[in-house]
């Protein structure tokens, strides 16, 4: 007895081999699930037609045919001579609602893998390929990608037979700890995407870390073809100020920071493609931090001065992990544990050089670990710019 259970247990290439000798209707366009579901369907058709034939004492193989022949020749009429000496079957017509519904699962199939379906705003089409992510967090990334009709098309013609299995992907990288775009790639994971859409969230780890990214069509044999490489981010250390903003109320009111840690204002990369989404998307010019937030409005400053009041000042954030029942002192004051073991102290950070010995001790008092934190803080004020208006 075949099961849904054990069709799963195959690959896809099986399944779609199976489904192609079972003469499944496009079986090279259907996913795993899909499969699946056609060969139950199939195996269960299959199997009602025996049972009917057995009910109705009719012989398998050539007898039925000898016997609608003569039957029909009783009738006072000639059987028809089949092409290669079988009988012949006239396929079912289905009716139009079927016909409707293959209409639709087709469109949606095609719809899924066409990257290109989303439109630019305007109903225009993309003028040229790209593919942006900006850093949300520590450990979430932001993917956006812009893809031409030209190149989907440009894409089946390359997959050739191969392009009704393949799928549309990201293709994660992990950079080394240069960051740059000529470091070492490593491969971290394809991320399945579909068409009707045009950016992904995606989960990363271990901060801090650079990554890049691939779009493009993933094969079934595992051969992949690219449309578009990404800029080079890299990840803030865990805790970092802002990285516990939780979701974003909206790239537009966390411009600056999210820019920053995509690598906008890194001057050893080139990162066009990033700077011009922004401005086409926030209509407001990106480079240094002063010319993106006040653009040419220092112009209308008042020739009078004023106090212009700023003072900066910093915090120490100590956090770690032990077990439960330990007890740790920072500094000889005792530290509250969460019950998971973790512990986060915040400490005010003066302007000078402190050490800060971080003393973990079992509950039973045999072992006693301490790590010992040296931290410097070289506050600089540097010397106002007073820009003059225009005359």
Not at 18 to 34: C, D, F, P, V
Not at 109 to 131: F, I, N
Not at 260 to 284: I, M, P, Q, T, V
Request: charged letters at 25%; hydrophobic letters at 35%.
């Amino acid at each position: 007895m075949i099961t849904a259970a054990k069709l799963r247990s195959h690959t896809v290439k099986v399944l779609a081999a199976t489904a192609k000798k079972k003469g499944i209707s496009g079986w090279h366009e259907m996913r795993k699930e899909e499969l699946v579901q056609a060969l139950i369907k199939r195996v269960r058709s299959e199997q009602g037609q025996k049972g009917r034939k057995a009910a109705n004492g009719q012989p398998r193989g050539n007898g039925s045919v000898r016997s609608a022949a003569v039957a029909k020749k009783s009738r006072g009429g000639k059987p028809k001579a089949a092409a290669n000496g079988g009988a012949r079957h006239k396929s079912p017509r289905r009716s139009p609602r079927v016909e409707q519904r293959i209409r639709e699962i087709k469109a949606r199939m095609t719809e899924s893998k066409d990257l290109a379906y989303h439109s630019a705003p305007g109903g225009k089409e993309y003028e040229k390929d790209r593919v942006i992510v900006m850093v949300r967090d520590s450990y979430w990334l932001h993917a956006y990608w812009e893809i031409t009709r030209q190149s989907i098309s440009r894409a089946r013609a390359a997959l050739g037979q191969h392009w009704h299995g393949a799928v549309p992907v990201l293709r994660l990288y992990e950079l080394s700890e240069e960051g740059t775009a000529n470091s070492e790639r490593v491969v971290v994971r394809d991320i399945q995407i579909h068409g009707g859409v045009n950016n992904w969230y995606i989960d990363v780890d271990n901060p801090p870390k650079g990554f890049q990214i691939d779009i493009g069509y993933l094969t079934a044999d595992g051969s992949f073809l690219g449309l578009a490489r990404s800029n080079v981010v890299i990840t803030p250390q865990s805790g970092a100020a802002g990285a516990e903003d939780g979701n974003w109320a909206g790239i537009a009111k966390d411009f600056d920071r999210i820019y920053a840690l995509s690598g906008g204002y890194d001057e050893n990369c080139n990162h066009a493609d990033l700077k011009e989404l922004f401005e086409e998307r926030l209509h407001r010019p990106m480079g240094s931090p002063m010319v993106t937030r006040f653009g040419l409005g220092a112009q209308n400053l008042n020739r009078g001065r004023r106090q212009f009041p700023f003072n900066v000042d910093a915090e120490l954030i100590v956090h770690g992990i032990t077990d439960p029942h330990a007890h740790v002192t920072l500094k000889g004051e005792p530290v509250r544990l969460e019950p998971d073991g973790t512990f986060s102290v915040r400490l005010n950070l003066p302007d000078r050089r402190q050490v800060l010995p971080v003393v973990a001790s079992s509950s039973d008092g045999v072992e006693q670990q301490t790590i010992v934190l040296a931290v410097e803080r070289n506050t600089k004020t540097m010397e106002p710019i007073i820009r003059e208006p225009d005359v």
